[in-house]
């Protein structure tokens, strides 16, 4: 069964750092690209940036570029998010996700976590 | 403001069918795939459909897709209470180099 558990959460001031974890279970990790999409309270999907297998190729979402870092580690089958220099905006739920294709001609994201809170306030 | 355009709300009675529109552009729609998702209340969004009209095993085919020049739409046919949610779609938006999601839509079985 294929699982998705992220961890990391929590609430920091802005301004502050945070780490993002995603185990990934019951697929081989390896094979895939993996995303983070976030979602602010009461509104709606935003995809935060994807990496590929191998970790050579990173794209992110303009308004996080030079803050966040995704990254992998395929023989611990984890998927991060390094977030640094955090505003109010970032408060959102976290979710990790498994593109089932190409990231660059279209998204698949046939597997979610569950998410994880992050919030970001003084 | 989305790269994607959805209406915001839709509506309409059990039993019936009821269509999504996902307007968008050249960069994003016109040339890559389109995915669409189901939020339902507190819960992780789920994979409705792919590459613009292929439905994922376990999806019934009350769901389904399709893709015309820049635009998509999600149609879902025998409306239940159930399929109350939150519908997004979702492509990569080759521009920018990154994967980008519509409004969302709401949708309310009467």
């Known amino acids: 069964e294929v699982q998705l558990v992220e961890s990391g959460g929590g609430l920091v001031q802005p301004g502050g750092s945070l780490r993002l974890s995603c185990a990934a279970s019951g697929f081989t990790f390896s094979s895939y690209w993996m995303s983070w999409v976030r979602q602010a309270p009461g509104k709606g999907l935003e995809w935060v940036a994807n990496?590929?297998?191998?970790?050579?190729?990173?794209y992110y979402v303009e308004s996080v570029k030079g803050r966040f870092t995704i990254s992998r580690d395929n023989a611990k089958n984890s998927l991060y998010l390094q977030m640094n220099s955090l505003r109010d905006e970032d408060t959102a739920v976290y979710y990790c996700a498994r593109d089932k294709g190409r990231a660059d001609i279209g998204i698949r994201f046939d597997y979610w976590g569950q998410g994880t809170l992050v919030t970001v306030s003084s | 403001q989305s790269v994607l355009t959805q209406p915001p709300s839709v509506s309409a009675a059990p039993g019936q069918k009821v269509t999504i529109s996902c307007s968008g552009s050249s960069s994003n729609i016109g040339n890559n795939y389109v995915s669409w998702y189901q939020q339902l209340p507190g819960t992780a969004p789920k994979l409705l459909i792919y590459d613009n009209d292929k439905r994922p095993s376990g999806i019934p085919d009350r769901f389904s897709g399709s893709r015309s020049g820049t635009s998509a739409t999600l149609g879902i046919s025998g409306l239940q209470t159930g399929d109350e949610a939150d519908y997004y779609c979702g492509t990569w938006e080759s521009s920018l180099s990154a994967a980008v999601f519509g409004g969302g839509t709401e949708l309310t079985v009467l």
């Open positions: 990496i590929k297998q191998d970790g050579s190729e990173k």
